[in-house]
């Protein structure tokens, strides 16, 4: 029995609008648009074309729709103030707009939301739908959409529009936003022209020269390159980032029977290649990389098995590890059962949370890197560290995977008992971070401050922190994570933020990849670091 949290209030007006043919069944939650001209329509919503446009709304009835939403549309037609309104309070919206056809055809697409560029790509035969939230401001009390100039025959299928509460986000970060995303397009676009345009190449750390240190496709790295490409399209819109990001996500597809660290292989590239291509091909990608985690199950011990890992201790019965970073997979899990209706996902991933909470969390909300078991008898029989300062020490990366596992875990499952594990690890950062927000690499590390930071770390923890300021319903309770991520992703601009992608490739300096086994690699840019520096910018700029 799932438990449901409280949902927290944010939105004061809200609509879902459908675009489709009279006759045409309305999705739940949902009301018509049928092309009929600005009024008075049902649920007390005002809303319509600026002149009739029922003869263009089609419903297509193809087995490639995701669902009706996606299987309906009205085309948006380029004609001199041709518009789409519908009538609002003013103030700002969060305003998501999904455009495309089930039937392709290779357009360039343009919806202005309020004048700006929602949508802005050419679709394909595998680019079917675009999908876009962004944040606008309305003055004259009407939503107005529009097409582009130059836009081909751009066609809507949904909107959804939600007003946005009194803003609670950093103005100065907020603005600070837009400069760094500059900067990341150009250090992005650096590195393609670097590696050669080669799919076969996949960046990690950077070198003492700046550029970057590549791996092939199996590494547990080869997501966040082309996650961080997934991040400009978000931001950007771009047709651009979007071929770019599918063109280094799609060699993964070979890697679904890894052992581990699926999630971050997959569900950085492949989840927002299938949220924009709806594709049963990419889909079951996804789904066959949770197969390969289901069958690392043990259920006398009631966990999925890190398979690479043994035991320094000599103990020949700690032979089944569970490592801290590997929480990170129980999203995929979650998602591919909540995709499939497999219960038995979701159970596992809970009852692997669960045994992660008792013997990899401390009393304080401090972390352990890894517990061992017996797998014959499913006894516990100690913690260890690969990574950290000691078997008993927090390392900074293992903090940040649980804060970010266990706030994407509540999330999707709206599991009380989970948000409240998010919270108490996400607390003990709060109460140890520097003054500053950026770890060290171990908060246990005697040599601190002498000793390195780890920008990834903070990166990873302020994205799981806004996570679970969303989830929280009372305000004071959640600026404490919000507040937390503002405080860490404003130093990491202000220190840590790479300006000039000449002479770094990376975005954020002084990360540390593995302290103990590579001391070459612990002042350098990590693409796992940019990847979750963007996902935070990201999701805060939706944040309210």
């Known amino acids: 029995m799932i438990d449901s949290l409280e949902p927290r209030v944010l939105f004061a007006f809200a609509a879902n609008i459908n675009f489709q043919p009279a006759g045409a069944a309305t999705p739940s939650g949902y009301v018509a648009d049928t092309g009929l001209t600005y009024a008075a329509r049902s649920a007390s919503l005002t809303y319509g074309w600026s002149t009739s446009n029922t003869a263009n709304t089609r419903d297509r009835n193809d087995k490639t729709s995701a669902d009706q939403r996606y299987d309906t549309l009205a085309y948006l037609k380029k004609t001199t103030a041709f518009k789409w309104e519908i009538a609002v309070p003013n103030g700002q919206y969060s305003v998501r707009v999904v455009e495309g056809d089930a039937w392709p055809t290779a357009i360039h697409a343009i919806v202005n939301v309020e004048g700006k560029a929602a949508v ?151 989840l927002p290649l299938y949220q924009q291509t709806k594709s049963a091909a990419d889909r079951d990608v996804l789904l066959k990389a949770a197969a390969a985690k289901n069958a690392m199950w043990n259920e006398t011990v009631g966990a999925f098995q890190t398979t690479w890992y043994v035991s320094h201790s000599g103990n020949s019965k700690a032979n089944f590890a569970v490592l801290m970073d590997m929480t990170v997979d129980l999203q995929l899990m979650i998602w591919a059962g909540q995709q499939t209706g497999n219960q038995q996902y979701i159970d596992r991933a809970l009852r692997h949370f669960q045994l992660v909470s008792k013997y990899l969390v401390a009393a304080d909300g401090g ?73 060290y690499w171990d908060f246990n590390d005697p040599k601190i401050p002498n000793t390195f930071r780890d920008s990834s770390a903070a990166a990873v923890a302020a994205d799981g922190m806004l996570q679970i300021a969303k989830l929280i319903s009372d305000p004071a309770a959640s600026a404490i994570y919000r507040k937390g991520a503002e405080k860490i992703l404003k130093s990491l601009i202000a220190n840590d933020l790479i300006t000039n992608p000449n002479t770094q490739r990376g975005l954020l300096r002084h990360g540390a990849l593995d302290v103990p086994h590579k001391p070459e690699s612990n002042d350098v840019s990590l693409i796992f670091g940019d990847y979750y520096f963007l996902d935070a910018m990201n999701r805060y700029r939706t944040f309210a």
């Open 367 to 439: 972390t352990r890197h890894l517990a061992l078991f017996d797998k014959a008898t499913g006894a516990f029989q100690g913690n260890e560290t690969y990574q950290g300062y000691s078997d008993t020490s927090t390392w900074g990366r293992g903090q940040a995977w649980a804060i970010l596992s266990f706030a994407g875990m509540a999330k999707d499952t709206g599991r009380a008992d989970v948000l409240s594990s998010a919270r108490k690890v996400a607390d003990f950062y709060l109460a140890h971070m520097p003054t500053d927000g950026v770890t």
């Open 120 to 270: 802005d790509l050419t679709h394909s035969s595998t680019v079917r739908w675009s999908d876009i939230t962004i944040t606008a401001t309305v003055t004259d009390g009407r939503l107005t959409i529009t097409p582009g100039s130059a836009a081909g025959d751009t066609k809507l299928c949904f909107i959804e529009v939600k007003s946005i509460a009194a803003p609670q986000y950093d103005t100065a970060l907020m603005n600070q936003i837009a400069g760094v995303f500059t900067i990341a397009q150009a250090s992005a676009n650096r590195t393609l022209t670097e590696i050669g345009n080669s799919a076969a190449a996949y960046p990690l750390s950077t070198r003492a020269d700046g550029t970057w240190e590549v791996t092939d496709n199996t590494k547990w790295t080869s997501g966040f390159g082309p996650g961080v490409m997934w991040q400009l399209q978000a931001y950007t819109g771009s047709s651009t980032w979007l071929s770019n990001a599918k063109k280094w996500t799609t060699p993964l597809a070979t890697q679904t029977q890894k052992q581990g660290d699926l999630a971050f292989r997959f569900m950085t590239s492949y």
